[in-house]
């Protein structure tokens, strides 16, 4: 979704057998990064929400992930956190780059399968180009915050499917992202 307002944005997914690849490019007036680490939900970024299992995203649950992506930081580098994990993910297990624009920023970020689902990375590799005609379900949504100092409404948040299971205490259900090879 793009407009003229205060937030909007627009990300793309795509895969190979050792990278979940995410790129965004956020339009924001403002681009607000004073916090880091576990605190990073408190500044302009991304988050990815993934269930790998496909069983609902249990929240906490080291087997499902939070992972946050800020374009800057007090430091002027970008950053990623991940909350369920309780860390910052090492360079071998999430990449990031960024950069601060005018009117918002983008955000690129290479997952490692080995770090988030490693037995999708184990399908990935056993499958052959050209006899993989089926698709991988992922669950997943994106939510992009926004922090805003010098305006009335100094903060919002724009995800995509995040849905409380009725059924379950503390789980909630994702979007899917289907996993094609071409």
């Not at 960024?98 to 184990?122: C, K, M, N, V």
Request: glycine fraction near 4%; aromatic fraction near 12%.
């Amino acid at each position: 979704m793009r407009d003229d307002t205060d937030l909007s944005a627009f990300v793309y997914f795509t895969f190979d057998e050792k990278y979940l690849y995410c790129a965004a490019r956020v339009w924001d007036n403002e681009t607000i990064c004073l916090k880091s680490g576990k605190n990073l939900y408190q500044t302009d970024s991304i988050e990815i929400f993934l269930d790998p299992d496909g069983d609902g995203l249990s929240w906490g649950n080291a087997k499902d992930f939070q992972i946050g992506f800020s374009p800057t930081s007090p430091t002027n580098q970008p950053q990623v956190w991940a909350w369920f994990q309780n860390k910052e993910p090492l360079p071998e297990e999430v990449r990031v780059a960024a950069q601060t624009l005018a009117d918002g920023y983008t955000i690129e970020s290479a997952i490692a399968w080995d770090f988030l689902a490693p037995e999708i990375s184990r399908r990935i590799k056993n499958i052959k180009t050209e006899e993989w005609t089926d698709s991988l379900p992922l669950g997943i949504s994106v939510a992009v915050h926004d922090r805003d100092i010098s305006e009335e409404s100094n903060e919002a948040k724009l995800n995509w499917h995040f849905k409380k299971d009725l059924d379950k205490e503390g789980v909630f259900q994702l979007g899917t992202l289907q996993l094609l090879q071409r």
